[in-house]
């Protein structure tokens, strides 16, 4: 399905959220995590592509109403010093990479994020699970160094 998108749509090009496993395949991510006791929070650098993505602590579900978004239900979770995110109910409007790869409204996120290296890196590592588009789940791990920089404005040009 992925050879017959027509890349002019890509979503990036036209100021809409990517979603999740793109946004953070990019190598251009730039990001701050913003924590509390109920949420995490990752702000973008890269606005246009998805500002922010809260991350609920303590649920035990997710959302069973509403329609699927750019951003899917998330649910976190610390295991020592790992969060663990569970992400549900996207829209099917993103594609998992730049040359269009489809994915369903099935796709299933778990994602692993911990810092390394005495807190130098930040490890991230994500299985996309979706039965209806993908043979198999597929992972990829990326390690982002601390920047000691702040997040830049960022604004779309179409």
């Not at 329609?67 to 239900?73: F, H, I, N, R, V």
């Amino acid at each position: 399905a992925a050879r017959s998108r027509n890349l002019d749509f890509d979503p990036a090009k036209h100021c809409k959220v990517i979603g999740p496993f793109r946004m953070m395949a990019r190598d251009d991510t730039r990001f701050e995590i913003v924590t509390d006791a109920n949420r995490v929070t990752l702000l973008f650098e890269n606005i246009a592509l998805g500002n922010k993505r809260e991350l609920y602590l303590g649920r035990e579900e997710h959302a069973s109403k509403g329609a699927p978004t750019y951003l899917g239900d998330s649910i976190a979770r610390w295991e020592g010093g790992t969060l663990v995110v569970d992400t549900t109910r996207f829209t099917d409007a993103t594609w998992l990479n730049d040359a269009g790869a489809p994915h369903s409204e099935a796709l299933h996120l778990i994602e692993r994020i911990r810092p390394v290296q005495a807190g130098r890196y930040l490890e991230y590592q994500v299985t996309a699970d979706d039965q209806m588009a993908l043979a198999k789940p597929f992972t990829y791990t990326r390690y982002y160094q601390r920047s000691q920089g702040q997040l830049q404005e960022d604004f779309c040009h179409q």
